[in-house]
């Protein structure tokens, strides 16, 4: 649609180049006077004024861009060339009565719309205020409190101030887009004010946070800021004597208040080693996120000695490797956080620089600095490393002052794993640290700090330039204003959670009615185990699988002990004395793989071997010919038919020296079912099968998670070409293991498939399925068209390890006690979901009311005896203000929230009925 008006858009713009409709006039449109000349590029419209008149419309519009016509185009001119001043202290538009004014016509003024300059005069009457307060009277903030010569608008500072929040744009480019508004040409000198305008912008900053925390309210004045005090706090987090019930400490279920913390760590905020705390100090003390710097930096000065003990699970990198990180060239490798987990808020001083890697005594200061702000009892702690950092938490926090430490044994404190990150550790930290499996935790993930983070990485190339309390300062800043916007967006909480309740509880009731009859004894047995796991986790975790996993040295060593048994028995049918047919079978595997190996070597050789590697590899070739020709003289003892048989495959073939890789084994599962076979053979190779199959796929997760860990080391702390390179061909060695195991698996399925009906074995399907490329990925890659939300696991890291016989009548209980203790905690979590919610939602409310009846007070508590009638009036109009804004939003949320608060309300009295109903009737 638009092209077709394309010409007309380009047309008009070209026709304000010129005077447009007043070509023909000769008169000033104000008033009337002959040859107007100039006209301005902020005002409404394309009238052209004479000088006079627009001198006049411009004495309250000092900063607006003019333009002069020269007969022939127009050309830029200032309003300062006019002989426009800008008068200070007085009512605008009137001069100083005081003779002895104060000229200054070198004043630079930074607005939205460039950089200008201005004459400027300050009022200089006996009862004139300083030069500060006359530019702040009007709205420009002046660079420095000694003789200014540059001032930034309010207007431009808050400008920059949301600009950079939502685009991350930093102060040069945005300062050089202003120049450039000034002039776009480089023909005309614009005097440089980048310095300045990064001084104003900080220091605008900090007396944004100033206002908004009510320290211009405080009667004691800047001063009287405790640490902490300048954060804008979750108000869906339980904050006593703000948003909770009386009596919430006897409240039955206490798990409504806990507190749910995130601990988690930032390497992309780095900081280079420029500036230093003495000639960059922050301008708040702790006021805000960070700790106060000087206590923490001379706490870990103290504690420099300490070791870090190495990880006991999977090997974290962030345990092992964090006094190694590489910090050449930096003050700070990163950023340590402690955020709410729930709602994904940073919480008053729990951010810290870290000096080295993510160790736990950084990580141990941010947590207890943030819990001095709450004395809750149940606290729900979630970190990707609290199954090692938790262990020793105690008895390093004796180290720490008196006023950091916690009287843990009175809390109720559960330590959790992300939801995201589990996958990664050990099995038994998979059930230990989970959030599905703990009660009080609703649906919470933990993953909370790690969404933060996108939201802040895109600042990390400008504040790693700045000097340490600039750095600080700022990140304080855009910390604030992240917590704000979570705040104003509450009343978009998100309700999956009432139909998911329904669907899990629904679920879970099905799958008790159908167990009751096969189960029913130990439907009871299962719950007081899982019930007493949940209220002392020290008891048997009745998540955790009991059994003995399979695996290829487990099965070889039963088919020893059988072949024992025989030789004891008499009943023996080995037909050498070195070579059982398990022996036999075994064997054949092996040399099996072998072949898969030197096709795979052969592959890779490439065209242009060396003699060295050609003679290597002729040696292995003449190896494995030797050890199959002893295996198959072995193998026609148990298997007479095969000498027939692979007499007529070589004539078929026509050739009789094929490669050894190339030569066919024929175990009992390449044998057809018309061709006689040995069933205890089939039967042998069936169980070696099944554990190879297992064994392969072990083989293949544990490969796959040594490629992520190392393409995650690789791109956190690899630089250079060496060190890529080293890395690439590690990286080519694993993929090339994974490739093996994934084909090994795809043989051991294939003659699993074949076996299965001959020696009668069902029910291994459940376990050992069909492999397909697009399974062999890990746990963290998505399928094309996938997202987060909808992401699904391949089905080898869901596998269950079995038992060599999956019909067996144990190994099948323990499965469905697993998978019964599941359900019961997915329709708990959703059901404490709902709960949570609820009670949330009621804090939410609470705390705005909290919030509005404290700005009431600060309107009322104007008692600074030297404040003047006009800056009381302004204390109270911004508590006022402030108040009205927090009645509004919770207005508004309690308006999003009624529909359905009302639908989960009703649904639960009709459920409550309904079982009363039942009740009697039983």
Sequence with gaps: MWLKHRELFLHEMIRLEGRCNRLGAQSCSECNCPSPEYRCRDCLGSEIYCSPCILLAHVRHPLHRLEKWNGQYFERISLKTLGLRIQLGHTTGLKCPNPRRAFNDDFIVVDTHGIHEVSLDFCSCATAQSHIQQLLQISWFPSTTSDPKTAATFRVLEHYHLLSFESKVSAFEFYNALSRMSDNTGLLPIKDRYDSFTRMIREWRHLKMLKRSGQGHDPSGVDGTVEGECTVLCPACPHPGKNLPAGWKDAPQQWLYGLFLAIDANFRLKRKAVSSDSVDPSLSRGWGYFVEDKAYKDFLHSSADSVQEKSTCSSHNAVNMADTKSNRGLATTGLGTVDCARHNMKLPNAVGDLQKGERYINMDYLFFSALRHTVLDTLNVSYDIACQWHKKLWHRMSAFPISMHLSHAVKTISFFVPKFHLPAHIEQCQTSFSFNFKNGVGRTD????????????????????????????????????????????????????????ENHREAFEDLNDGLRGEYGAALEQWREQVEAWEYDSTQPNP??????????????????????????????????????????????????EQQR????????????????????????SNTLRRRIDTWMKMQELYMPSLAALRVSESSVSGSVTAAPEAIKLWLP???????????????????????????????????????????????????GQGANTRARNTLKAVEARIEAAART???????????????????????????????????????????????????????????????????????MRIEWCKARARAMRWTEEVELLKEEMRRILQFLEWDAQRWDERGLENTLEDAGEDEREGRMAYAKRQASLRRMLAESFKTSWTDTLALVDTFDHNSLVAQQDMDMDT
Excluded at 677 to 684: E, K, M, P, T
Excluded at 768 to 794: F, I, Q, Y
Aim: glycine share 6%.
């Design 446 to 501: 933990g993953e909370a700090p790690e969404r933060g983070w996108a939201n802040i990485n895109p600042v990390a190339s400008s504040t790693k330039e700045m000097g340490p309390g600039a750095r600080r300062d700022t990140l304080d800043d855009y910390f604030g204003d992240s917590n704000w916007k979570k705040v104003v967006r509450l009343g978009a909480l998100i309700f999956n959670a009432f139909p998911e309740r």
């Design 543 to 592: 998540f955790e699988r009991k059994a003995e996993t399979v695996t290829m040295a487990s099965v070889r060593l039963e088919l020893a002990r059988e072949d024992e048994i025989d030789l004891q028995t008499g009943t023996c049918l080995a037909l050498h004395e070195d070579c059982t047919p398990s022996i036999l079978i075994s064997t054949g595997l092996e040399l099996e």
């Design 745 to 815: 698996y795809e043989y051991a399925h294939k003659a699993l498939v074949v076996l299965s009906p001959r020696v009668n074995q069902t029910g291994w399907h459940s376990s050992l399925r069909p492999l397909d490329r697009a399974d062999v990925r890990s746990m963290t890659d998505l399928l094309w068209g996938e997202t987060e939300g909808t992401r699904k696991l391949s089905w080898i890291w869901n596998m269950r390890g079995a038992a060599a016989n999956e019909i067996d009548k144990d190994n099948a209980s323990e499965d």
């Design 669 to 719: 599962s390449q044998i057809s079912r018309t061709a006689p076979c040995n069933s205890r053979l089939q039967a042998i190779e069936w169980k070696l099968r099944y554990a190879q199959g297992h064994d392969a796929l072990r083989s293949l997760r544990s490969n796959l998670r040594a490629q992520t860990a190392i393409l995650k080391y690789k791109d956190r702390n690899l630089r």
């Design 597 to 620: 190996r030197m096709k795979a070597n052969r592959a890779g050789l490439g065209v242009h071997a060396t003699d060295n590697q050609e003679g290597k590899m002729v040696q292995q």
